[in-house]
């Protein structure tokens, strides 16, 4: 079994010595301790897991490390930049829209992710694009208002 | 006698640990097990309303006192930082913000200089659990009085500071103030560090809700930043040093013993260690990757009697009466319900049912257990720290002092985290392996290994006259449970009654507990009568009502959802329902669209009104309210636990269909604020509106009525 020795997760070189199958959320979690990503389901199914691989959202539960080891690895803990809270995140505290929070990470990746390319979503586009994150406190209609309010926000400063 | 009815009418307590006997008999000093527990039998006490609703395999209930002593509920530091000890958790239902602003309140301070010491047996007071929407009506008066106890000891020690009359000294922000000669001096520098050697009067005026400043307003969740940068540490993300990853070997099926087992290739792998105790096979290892490579080797024969399954569910549920009839379960009896039909223009009979649903709380179980010199630590997510803490120490056979229980905000329970499984799980393997062990169930080992919410059967008869007035009712519900079993409506003739049951798999507490199931059938034969006698559902309910409360939101519901101006077409149905629960009361008016081709059932919009005394934090109410609505559409349109002969056969996410972003309707949310009534939890009771609303609107939709909890979990047949 091929080991990886080395992943590029949030700008930042990391050392590592798994089997390349090993799963890209347990190394995260377990041998990184960069807990901010979320076992929920173990079936791609929850969302709770969702990384950024090169920019798109992968559900790291079921992704091999391997599969990640060329790619840029963002976790939620590499979005916030110079303490400055990401627009998504900053739009899921005004709203608060999250409960008990624990399918907050994989939220607010998987929203990252899609405005990255679309600041103009209408709120069906947002809960189509979202399906795949359950929350089980229910906060789905909050969380796509955080999201527009996101883009609102990001479109502002792109302007 | 008619119209006294106190609602909610609790006939038996909720009893939520039917099926369960403690999760594991270790092998290991047997002797002083059995001296300890007299044989390891399962004691469950009868306990009044609350306390009655905890489960859990032992109820650890010795009659403890909540201490009078200020020092024992807060603290406030040099700096003027204030720690406030609670043994309630947060799981989302936003207690850490509210109950800091409940000492905000009282004790003058900003919210932000609080800070809450939650779940955690070694340095919060003791407590049942959070449970039974208790919170609000219990915790939050308990920390306000020791806030306002302090503030007067605060009070008397600037008085005596200053030489002065302590009348005209007054507080705000965390300092005491003189107005006549301008002075002031901060909490913080009063006491020195000192605790305030104050006890908690029996009697001691707290701010009315008409004059709060920090309570009642919207405060953001006070920790909210720490969720949305992966600061917050959950159970499972806990980690120490050397600690090791364990995996339990699990039975082929509940109830099986272990006939035969072969560890000897789990026990070759370098750094793993195996533990065989009993029926308990499980190993540590430094990785979950190893622990479950190991596990997997192990090769394991299990022994078990044949079980029921989902098909013949509710046949076994009547066939099982156990105790019905009992002093603890004698019905409630009013008039005479033979005559009342007897008198009655129409009548109607009918069945309802409720599923096994499972709590599906999206962090699974997980604990960290680390031994240090005889003790044991523990870190897990639970409703019942002092509970798990119990069970730890009667599962060791060791004294309770030796153990600690700590519970970081954990990722959702929804009634289903009482007990301590996986608590004791780590603890068992750590204590072998000699190192902390973290265990974090699998997805499939929550939904097969936890408890369910009960299935149930539900029968009722109703008569009505035509001029819309109930003439007797008759309502008999078997296992789901008694909660919210009481009609809130003014009917002179009455039966009703709870028959438990024995249950097919291990039952417990779920949010808003059988309030769901008997809500949806009385609230869906409700709908049935109305229809006989051709009224409008809404003005049926309110001609059979006599509580102002629970008129005030039906009222209010139908208002957001202008009830009287819908407008039925084709495949669009409208319906209604609400009730009565933990000193909440609720109604939900719900739109559905029904696509009679494809069988395709959408719900439109929601509107819930909700009524829960004075208001403590609105935004947080609105999203539990909410959320709860969001949860309910589960239960009620496809949520259901299928299984066969000890197996759960539906044990994963992509079997078990949870509400998801696309289910979500419109949800318009009513607060009705009663500042002059005390606040009531709010956690649960606004998810019992929900099923019967969409049940009544498919029939108005479609004419077709679904008895059946979940009603359309393969769309609606044709």
Same mark, same amino acid.
């Given at each position: 079994m091929p080991r990886i020795t080395?992943?590029?997760?949030?700008?930042?070189?990391?050392?590592?010595?798994?089997?390349?199958?090993?799963?890209?959320?347990?190394?995260?979690?377990?041998?990184?301790d960069l807990t901010g990503s979320k076992y929920g389901c173990g079936e791609g199914q929850c969302g709770a897991c969702t990384v950024l691989l090169d920019g798109l959202p992968r559900r790291s539960c079921i992704t091999k490390v391997g599969a990640a080891a060329s790619k840029k690895i963002t976790t939620l803990e590499g979005l916030a930049t110079d303490g400055h809270l990401h627009p998504v995140q900053q739009a899921f505290l005004d709203v608060g829209a999250f409960q008990c929070a624990y399918c907050t990470s994989g939220m607010i990746m998987t929203a990252a992710a899609f405005l990255k390319a679309n600041l103009n979503p209408s709120a069906p586009e947002v809960a189509q694009f979202m399906e795949g994150n359950v929350c089980r406190c229910g906060t789905y209609s909050r969380i796509v208002a955080a999201v527009l309010q996101a883009a609102k926000a990001m479109k502002e400063v792109a302007r | 006698m008619s119209g006294?009815?106190?609602?909610?009418?609790?006939?038996?307590?909720?009893?939520?640990?039917?099926?369960?006997?403690?999760?594991?008999?270790?092998?290991?000093?047997?002797?002083?097990?059995?001296? !300890?527990?007299?044989?390891?039998?399962?004691?469950?006490?009868?306990?009044?309303?609350?306390?009655?609703?905890? &489960?859990?395999?032992?109820?650890?209930?010795?009659?403890?006192?909540?201490?009078?002593?200020?020092?024992?509920?807060?603290?406030?530091?040099?700096?003027?930082?204030?720690?406030?000890?609670?043994?309630?958790?947060?799981?989302?239902?936003?207690?850490?913000?509210?109950?800091?602003?409940?000492?905000?309140?009282?004790?003058?301070?900003?919210?932000? &200089?609080?800070?809450?010491?939650?779940?955690? !047996?070694?340095?919060?007071?003791?407590?049942?659990?959070?449970?039974?929407?208790? !919170? !609000?009506?219990?915790?939050?008066?308990?920390?306000?009085?020791?806030?306002?106890?302090?503030?007067?000891?605060?009070?008397?020690? *600037?008085?005596?500071?200053?030489?002065?009359?302590?009348?005209?000294? &007054?507080?705000?922000?965390?300092?005491?103030?003189?107005?006549?000669?301008?002075?002031?001096?901060?909490?913080?520098?009063?006491?020195?560090?000192?605790?305030?050697?104050?006890?908690?009067?029996?009697?001691?005026?707290?701010?009315?809700?008409?004059?709060?400043?920090?309570?009642?307003?919207?405060?953001?969740?006070?920790?909210?930043?720490?969720?949305?940068?992966?600061?917050?540490?959950?159970? &499972?993300?806990?980690?120490?040093?050397?600690m090791l990853y364990g995996k339990v070997l699990r039975p082929s099926s509940f109830e099986a013993s272990l006939s035969s087992f072969d560890t000897k290739t789990a026990e070759a792998m370098k750094d793993v260690t195996v533990i065989h105790d009993g029926d308990f096979v499980g190993v540590a290892a430094p990785s979950v990757e190893m622990a479950e490579r190991a596990v997997a080797s192990i090769r394991a024969e299990w022994k078990s009697a044949p079980q029921p399954s989902s098909r013949d569910l509710f046949q076994f549920l009547k066939q099982n009466v156990e105790g019905s009839g009992g002093e603890r379960n004698s019905p409630h009896v009013e008039g005479s319900v033979e005559k009342g039909l007897a008198k009655a223009d129409q009548k109607s009979v009918q069945t309802y049912t409720v599923a096994y649903i499972a709590h599906t709380p999206l962090e699974p179980r997980a604990a960290v257990a680390e031994w240090k010199d005889g003790k044991l630590s523990v870190w897990t997510g639970t409703q019942r720290p002092f509970g798990v803490k119990g069970e730890l120490a009667a599962a060791f056979h060791i004294p309770e002092d030796h153990v600690r229980v700590q519970v970081p905000d954990t990722g959702s329970a929804y009634g289903?985290?009482?007990?301590?499984?996986?608590?004791?799980? *780590?603890?068992?393997?750590?204590?072998?392996?000699?190192?902390?062990?973290?265990?974090?169930?699998?997805?499939?080992?929550?939904?097969?290994?936890?408890?369910?919410?009960?299935?149930?059967?539900?029968?009722?008869?109703?008569?009505?006259?035509?001029?819309?007035?109930?003439?007797?009712?008759?309502?008999?519900?078997?296992?789901?449970?008694?909660?919210?079993?009481g009609t809130p409506y003014d009917i002179p003739n009455q039966h009703i009654e709870f028959h438990p049951t024995k249950s097919p798999l291990r039952q417990g507490s779920y949010r808003g507990l059988a309030a769901t199931a008997n809500h949806f059938a009385r609230e869906s034969h409700m709908d049935e009568l109305a229809s006989l006698v051709k009224i409008d559902p809404l003005e049926f309910r309110l001609k059979n009502l006599k509580d102002d409360r629970l008129k005030a939101v039906f009222q209010a519901a139908a208002e957001k959802f202008r009830w009287a101006e819908r407008k039925n077409s084709p495949g669009h149905g409208f319906g209604i329902a609400g009730g009565i629960e933990k000193g909440g009361y609720v109604a939900t008016c719900a739109e559905v669209s029904v696509d009679r081709s494809s069988g395709e059932v959408h719900i439109v919009r929601v509107a819930t009104a909700f009524e829960c005394g004075a208001v403590v934090n609105p935004d947080g109410l609105r999203n539990q309210i909410e959320g709860a609505n969001v949860m309910g559409i589960g239960g009620a349109l496809f949520e259901a636990i299928e299984f066969d002969n000890g197996r759960i056969l539906n044990a994963k996410l992509s079997k078990y269909r949870v509400p998801r972003f696309s289910d979500v309707p419109t949800i318009d949310v009513v607060l009705v604020d009663r500042k002059d009534l005390p606040s009531a939890g709010a956690g649960e009771t606004p998810l019992v509106g929900l099923a019967p609303a969409v049940g009544n609107a498919i029939f108005n939709a479609s004419g077709v009525r679904l008895r059946s909890l979940p009603m359309a979990p393969n769309g609606l047949k044709a």
């Open positions: 080395e992943l590029q997760i949030n700008e930042t070189r990391h050392s590592v010595d798994v089997d390349a199958d090993t799963s890209l959320l347990s190394v995260l979690r377990d041998h990184l | 006294k009815l106190p609602v909610p009418l609790v006939i038996e307590p909720e009893r939520y640990e039917f099926n369960s006997s403690p999760a594991y008999h270790f092998e290991f000093d047997r002797r002083a097990f059995l001296k !300890t527990l007299g044989g390891g039998l399962l004691v469950v006490c009868v306990m009044p309303s609350a306390g009655a609703q905890e &489960s859990g395999a032992r109820r650890i209930n010795r009659g403890e006192q909540l201490p009078t002593a200020v020092s024992s509920w807060l603290h406030i530091g040099e700096n003027g930082a204030v720690t406030v000890f609670t043994g309630k958790v947060e799981m989302g239902q936003n207690i850490r913000t509210s109950l800091a602003q409940a000492v905000a309140e009282e004790l003058r301070v900003a919210p932000e &200089s609080i800070h809450m010491v939650m779940g955690d !047996t070694d340095l919060t007071p003791f407590d049942m659990g959070t449970f039974g929407s208790r !919170t !609000t009506p219990t915790m939050s008066p308990e920390l306000r009085k020791a806030a306002s106890a302090a503030l007067d000891s605060l009070l008397d020690l *600037a008085a005596k500071e200053w030489g002065t009359d302590r009348s005209k000294l &007054s507080a705000g922000t965390g300092m005491i103030v003189d107005p006549a000669s301008r002075r002031s001096i901060e909490y913080g520098q009063l006491l020195k560090g000192k605790e305030i050697a104050q006890t908690i009067p029996a009697e001691d005026p707290l701010v009315p809700a008409t004059e709060w400043k920090v309570m009642g307003t919207s405060l953001p969740k006070v920790d909210g930043r720490d969720f949305v940068t992966g600061k917050h540490k959950f159970a &499972s993300d806990v980690k120490l040093p050397g289903g985290k009482h007990t301590g499984e996986c608590a004791i799980e *780590a603890a068992r393997l750590a204590r072998s392996a000699g190192r902390p062990v973290k265990l974090v169930w699998t997805r499939e080992e929550e939904f097969t290994w936890a408890y369910f919410r009960p299935a149930g059967v539900i029968e009722l008869k109703g008569g009505v006259n035509k001029d819309g007035m109930i003439t007797a009712w008759e309502f008999h519900n078997y296992n789901s449970g008694g909660s919210g079993i």
